[in-house]
């Protein structure tokens, strides 16, 4: 059976319980790293969507194998206030476009990031 899941900071646990979504409320980059182990491992379907801001700081070669998992697609879905200090609003949102279309954006008065241009 297909589910939509969740992988999302403790604070924002409520909203998506309200809203009878399976949400997995974690501290910590690793321990989201854990489920997703324990996610791919299983058989279950479903869309995996990941907070951003633990998403950007997942393990390149965990990201690899989710983008090859047939069985659980995935996505990052922003979490609230962004963790770090690269992560701004236009950050955030340039890069869910970046993502999506496969384009950096460049927001006008900013910059291109060097190597996305």
Same mark, same amino acid.
């Given at each position: 059976?297909?589910?939509?899941?969740? &992988?999302? @900071?403790?604070?924002?646990?409520?909203?998506?319980?309200?809203? @009878?979504?399976?949400?997995?409320?974690? /501290? $910590?980059?690793?321990?989201?790293? /854990?489920? &997703?182990?324990?996610?791919? *491992?299983?058989? %279950?379907?479903?869309?995996? #969507?990941?907070?951003?801001?633990?998403?950007? +700081?997942?393990? =390149? #070669?965990?990201?690899?194998?989710? $983008? *090859?998992?047939? +069985?659980?697609?995935?996505?990052?879905?922003? !979490?609230?206030?962004?963790?770090? =200090?690269? *992560?701004?609003?236009?950050?955030?949102?340039? %890069?869910?476009? @970046?993502? #999506?279309? !496969?384009? +950096?954006?460049?927001?006008?008065? /900013?910059?291109? &990031?060097? !190597?996305?241009?």
């Amino acid at each position: 059976m297909s589910r939509f899941l969740v &992988i999302t @900071r403790p604070s924002l646990l409520p909203g998506f319980e309200l809203a @009878r979504v399976d949400a997995f409320a974690v /501290e $910590d980059v690793e321990t989201a790293e /854990e489920l &997703i182990e324990e996610l791919l *491992a299983s058989s %279950e379907t479903g869309l995996l #969507a990941i907070d951003d801001g633990i998403f950007a +700081h997942i393990d =390149p #070669a965990l990201i690899r194998r989710l $983008d *090859a998992a047939e +069985h659980l697609p995935y996505l990052p879905i922003p !979490g609230g206030q962004p963790l770090g =200090p690269e *992560a701004t609003r236009k950050y955030r949102l340039a %890069e869910m476009i @970046r993502r #999506a279309i !496969g384009f +950096h954006v460049v927001f006008k008065g /900013e910059e291109a &990031i060097a !190597g996305n241009e």
